[in-house]
């Protein structure tokens, strides 16, 4: 039938580099076997060495973008990353109250790879009070966790605190990456569902630098398993899987940290 193909959108900014960001999301999704949009909130100038410099897009312009997807597409699920300041922020919220896009994938982009500033700093608490009780799936590293609930995180029982902290907040299901913990055989994400169930998700650490993007790709693969109607824990661990896969058969791209593999998973013929 016209429109029934699943679709996703991703409200995010550009890496020029390709590795991370919209260019991630796009990569992704169409691995998954979706069709992508993308609400563009800013423009950066980067590669695998660091961001150069970024300029977030005129409110109109981003205005004018969500209505125009609203007009033509059936977008099944939609996930947010880079939106730069306080004011896109709330350019975002606004859209996504004014339009069903699906469930929403909430990854809230502070800091790139190369530790440059992807979201100013009096834009935390606009993340925290107005996006995150938006979120059908919240999905913050370590850093990014501490930052949005004040606590301290350097252990198991204080990820599985922080997790329960952000589902106060508003969140419904949580993904805690815990990719930035010093534990160096393996790498564990808590989960909790708003069902209350939880679990851990466990794989092998991988000694690489070739990691950018992987955020990005993990919140991407989840927005896509959505749109094609698996349920949250099945979307989760489908976006485990897949960033695990794309980390372990990585490419060789770029000098610094470089980008994932997007098409290792489906290598394998799993679909």
């Not at 992508?36 to 300029?55: C, E, H, K, P, R």
């Not at 070739?210 to 398993?225: F, K, Q």
Request: with cysteine; aromatic share 6%.
């Amino acid at each position: 039938m016209t429109n029934e193909f699943p679709q996703t959108l991703t409200i995010a900014g550009t890496d020029s580099g390709g590795g991370a960001g919209v260019m991630a999301d796009l990569k992704t999704m169409q691995e998954r076997n979706v069709f992508s949009t993308a609400v563009i909130v800013a423009v950066t100038a980067q590669n695998t060495l660091g961001v150069q410099d970024f300029m977030a897009l005129p409110a109109k312009l981003i205005n004018e973008q969500f209505a125009s997807l609203a007009a033509d597409f059936k977008i099944r699920a939609c996930k947010t990353g880079m939106l730069a300041d306080a004011e896109h922020v709330r350019l975002v919220v606004a859209n996504l109250k004014k339009y069903d896009f699906g469930p929403l994938t909430v990854d809230p982009v502070m800091i790139a790879k190369g530790g440059a500033a992807l979201l100013a700093d009096d834009a935390v608490g606009t993340v925290k009070q107005e996006l995150v009780p938006l979120a059908d799936v919240l999905t913050p590293n370590l850093p990014e966790a501490e930052r949005l609930t004040g606590l301290t995180i350097d252990s198991a029982e204080q990820m599985e605190a922080a997790a329960v902290a952000l589902q106060q907040m508003g969140a419904k299901n949580v993904l805690l990456k815990g990719g930035h913990e010093a534990t160096p055989d393996k790498a564990s994400d808590f989960v909790l569902l708003a069902d209350g169930r939880s679990f851990w998700l466990t794989a092998p650490r991988i000694d690489t630098v070739r990691t950018h993007g992987t955020g990005d790709t993990l919140s991407s693969c989840i927005t896509a398993e959505l749109a094609k109607g698996a349920d949250f824990e099945t979307a989760i661990r489908l976006g485990k899987d897949y960033v695990t896969a794309a980390i372990a058969h990585t490419i060789e791209v770029g000098h610094g940290h470089g980008p994932l593999n997007h098409w290792a998973y489906n290598q394998g013929g799993v679909l």
